[in-house]
């Protein structure tokens, strides 16, 4: 499958939030996927949990390379770099993880794909960018110093790109002060997509949902 680094890392940093999202069912995982790219949030990570996830990623990707390629699926909870080479062959257009590994970072800029390395520290972040990771995951987010933490860092380091998950929810209340900090983009789980509107099967509001949230990003970042 081809890939545009630059055009995946822009459309991340464009839509403001990456939608995060598991299920074992791959009707659901496309049914939601297309709720968010209708939405206004086209690049989501799907996170490698639960048996059999990878099976479940192929399926979606493949559905969408038919069905809708503007939307850019990538991968979240990978902590090795064979697991992250399985993904990229079955179409992840992005890594995420909840930790920091080389190997990883390795691997990813062989093949031209971004990777979002999960730091918790000025030099984890600073190690990463020295790997070539162009956005770094903070995780945990709000457990890791929130935005007071982001301000710090941008003051030395004003060239990093910082996209929290982990402590963000999907309010203007929680937005706002990560994006007036500096942040470029957001990860947000179950606060976005919640128990409520999946076991409803409420795809229109998973979608109404999203397109809030990127449109009240836009609000805070002025545009």
């Not at 080479?85 to 179409?91: F, H, K, S, T, V």
């Not at 995780?139 to 790109?161: C, I, Q, R, T």
């Not at 996209?163 to 983009?185: C, H, K, N, Q, Y």
């Amino acid at each position: 499958m081809a890939r545009d680094r630059l055009k995946t890392l822009s459309a991340m940093i464009d839509q403001g939030v990456v939608p995060v999202f598991y299920h074992p069912d791959p009707e659901v995982c496309a049914k939601v996927i297309q709720a968010c790219a209708d939405g206004g949030a086209k690049c989501v990570e799907f996170t490698n949990r639960g048996d059999f996830a990878l099976d479940v990623f192929a399926e979606v990707t493949r559905h969408f390379a038919k069905a809708d390629p503007s939307v850019v699926m990538g991968v979240g909870s990978v902590v090795d770099a064979p697991t992250a080479a399985l993904y990229i062959a079955n179409g992840a257009n992005f890594v995420v993880g909840p930790m920091l590994n080389p190997e990883v970072a390795r691997l990813c800029n062989r093949r031209m794909v971004p990777y979002s390395p999960g730091c918790g520290t000025v030099s984890e972040i600073g190690q990463a960018q020295e790997l070539g990771c162009e956005i770094v995951k903070l995780f945990p987010g709000g457990a890791v110093g929130g935005p007071d933490f982001v301000k710090n860092l941008l003051g030395p380091m004003p060239w990093s790109k910082v996209m929290p998950t982990g402590g963000v929810d999907a309010t203007e209340a929680s937005l706002r002060p990560w994006f007036e900090a500096g942040i470029v983009a957001c990860g947000i789980g179950s606060n976005l997509i919640s128990k409520a509107l999946l076991e409803a099967g409420d795809y229109a509001g998973i979608a109404a949902r999203v397109r809030d949230t990127v449109e009240t990003i836009r609000k805070i970042r002025g545009g």
